[in-house]
């Protein structure tokens, strides 16, 4: 659905040197850099290739983080950053190498959703996924419908909207695709 380690791999390395400055940013300070700080070229390429996300002159986004509102985020070393959806907030541990905690909120009851080191048992947190094609821009399409559910009642609840096009996985398997 959204084929962006492809995607990067085929970009020149200084291009996915700038992609890692942008992310490693993002994690240590909870923020994107200034967009004059990243080659242009290799912001462009970037952008082109639905890395990074730049709306009205600044960095707004590089999967999995994001400055934009989301009921996503994950704590790092005392800095919370915003991530698009779900699957990001649960891929930043894994992927950095780094003891991350989880914050966001059920899709149906908002109830809060907290997970570090096993605060909440796998099965009282599912992932929810709804299946769609992303629009030009994954964060404001395909990432909005990739949810936390609190209990297998919100995530009943959440699939019989598009039963055909929505999932719910256990917090492990979330943990894989992310």
Do not use: N
């Amino acid at each position: 659905m959204f084929p962006l380690g492809d995607r990067l791999a085929a970009l020149p390395e200084a291009t996915r040197r700038s992609h890692r400055t942008i992310l490693d940013t993002y994690l240590a300070t909870g923020k994107p850099p200034d967009l004059g700080s990243i080659d242009a070229a290799h912001l462009a390429a970037l952008v082109g290739c639905d890395a990074v996300v730049v709306e009205e002159g600044a960095i707004v986004g590089a999967y999995p983080f994001t400055s934009g509102a989301t009921s996503h985020a994950v704590e790092v070393d005392e800095t919370i950053v915003g991530c698009m959806c779900s699957l990001d907030a649960l891929a930043v541990g894994p992927v950095f190498g780094v003891e991350a905690v989880v914050y966001s909120m059920c899709a149906v009851t908002g109830a809060p959703i907290r997970i570090a080191d096993g605060a909440q048992a796998a099965d009282e947190v599912l992932v929810g996924i709804h299946f769609q094609a992303p629009e030009s821009c994954a964060a404001s399409s395909l990432c909005r419908e990739m949810v936390f559910l609190a209990g297998r009642e919100a995530a009943s609840e959440w699939r019989g909207v598009d039963p055909g096009a929505r999932e719910g996985y256990g917090l492990l398997d979330g943990i894989e695709v992310g």
